[in-house]
C-alpha cells in the first residue's frame, strides 16, 4: 500500500506535457452502491466482494508516451486505485491495474509487466470502468495478468502471444504460468470488427481477486473465438472458450448487444448473457444496463443482473469520474 501511494504522489507531482500526447494523467474516481436479493441486503460491489471490480474508489491512469527521430518507440502506463468495500475482508484495497512498458520494435509491439493476455474479448475490450463485465470476471481467464507479451498489426488483422503468470492480479512465481496466443482477421479500431481465434495453456493458482486460494497450481487450458461488430449505432461482442480448469472441463459463452443513442453517443444501452458451463455448476447471468454521460468527465450506469445458479438478482448504480489534469 506504501508503495502505491507513493507512486500516486509523484505521478501527482509531474508537470504537464510540453506537447500534446506525450504525458497524460488522469484522475478516476467512482461511486458503487447496489442490492442483492441472496445477501438480503446493500451491497458496495457491482461483483462479488473478493472480485476488484467495480467499488467505491479513488485512483490514478498515468501514460507517457516516449518517442524519437523515427516516431513512437514505447508507451508506459500505471494504473492504480484505492477502494473501499465493507463487505470485504480488507475494507480498504490498493489495486494496481495496469502496469507495464509496451515498446517498438522492427518486428513488433513488446510489452512487460501488468497488461492483457492474448485472449478472447479481454485482449483488446477494456471493461476498468464498466459494470458490465467480460469472462474473466466470471471466472474464466484474466483481465489481466503479469508478464510479458508482443503483437503485431497485418494488413488482415493482428497476431499477439504472451506468456503470464497465471494469476491476474497478484505476481507470483511458484511454477505458474500461462502461455495464450491469438490471431484476428480486422482490427477493431480500424475495420469496425474483429473475428479471433486464441488457445491458452498453463499450470495456474486458483485466484479470487488480489487472493492465491490454497491448493496449489493446476492445469488450465482455454480454446476459444471472440468476435466484435460496430455497426452504424449497433455494439455486438461474443466470446466462446472451453477447456480445462481447476480439474474440470468447462465451456463457457458471452453475447453482448449494445445501442448508442443521443449526439456523441451519451447514452448506450446493453444486455449481455453469459453461459458458465462448469461442470456441475452450470448455470446462466443475464444483464441489462444503461450509461449515460451526464457530463464529458462523469458518467452514471446502472445495471441489472440475474444469476440463475444462486437465483440471485443484483442491481447496482456507479457513478464514474474521469478528468484530465
Do not use: C
Request: no cysteine; charged share 20%.
Amino acid at each position: 500500500m506504501k508503495a502505491l501511494y507513493s507512486l500516486l504522489f509523484s505521478l501527482l507531482l509531474l508537470p504537464r506535457a510540453a506537447a500534446a500526447g506525450e504525458r497524460l494523467l488522469f484522475l478516476e474516481a467512482q461511486g458503487v452502491a447496489g442490492y442483492s436479493s441472496m445477501e438480503k441486503a446493500g451491497v458496495w460491489h457491482s461483483m462479488s466482494s473478493g472480485e476488484p471490480m467495480q467499488k467505491s474508489s479513488v485512483g490514478f491512469d498515468f501514460v507517457r508516451k516516449f518517442s524519437g527521430e523515427r516516431g513512437d518507440t514505447g508507451t508506459l502506463a500505471v494504473q492504480g486505485r484505492l477502494a473501499w468495500d465493507p463487505d470485504a475482508e480488507n475494507r480498504l484495497e490498493p489495486q494496481l491495474y495496469n502496469a507495464y512498458y509496451r515498446f517498438r520494435t522492427p518486428y513488433a509491439y513488446v510489452w512487460a509487466g501488468h497488461n492483457r493476455a492474448a485472449a478472447g474479448l479481454e485482449s483488446y475490450f477494456d471493461t476498468h470502468g464498466a459494470l458490465l463485465q467480460a469472462l474473466p470476471m466470471y471466472g474464466y481467464g484474466f483481465d489481466r495478468d503479469w508478464g510479458f507479451g508482443a503483437s503485431r498489426d497485418l494488413a488482415w488483422g493482428d497476431l499477439a502471444f504472451s506468456l503470464t503468470s497465471g494469476t491476474g492480479m497478484r505476481p507470483r512465481a511458484s511454477g505458474n504460468y500461462l502461455a495464450s496466443a491469438r490471431a484476428a482477421k480486422g482490427v477493431l479500431a480500424r475495420d469496425n470488427y474483429a473475428a479471433g481465434f486464441y488457445a491458452s495453456a498453463g499450470r495456474v493458482p486458483q485466484t479470487a481477486g488480489y487472493d492465491v486460494l490454497p491448493g496449489g497450481e493446476a492445469p488450465y487450458t482455454a480454446f476459444g473465438a471472440d468476435y466484435a461488430l460496430l455497426w452504424d449505432r449497433w455494439e455486438f461482442r461474443a466470446d466462446l472458450r472451453a477447456g480445462e480448469k481447476a480439474g474440470m472441463h468447462y465451456l463457457a459463452g458471452l453475447g453482448r448487444a449494445g445501442l448508442n443513442l443521443l449526439d456523441e453517443n451519451r447514452l448506450k444501452l446493453e444486455t449481455q448473457a453469459v453461459y458458465s458451463g462448469m461442470e456441475g455448476l452450470e448455470g446462466w447471468a443475464l444483464a441489462a444496463g444503461v450509461s449515460y454521460a451526464l457530463t464529458p468527465y462523469l458518467t452514471w450506469r446502472g445495471s441489472f443482473e440475474y444469476e440463475d445458479v444462486m437465483n440471485e438478482k443484483r442491481a447496482v448504480t456507479q457513478l464514474y469520474y474521469y478528468l484530465p489534469i
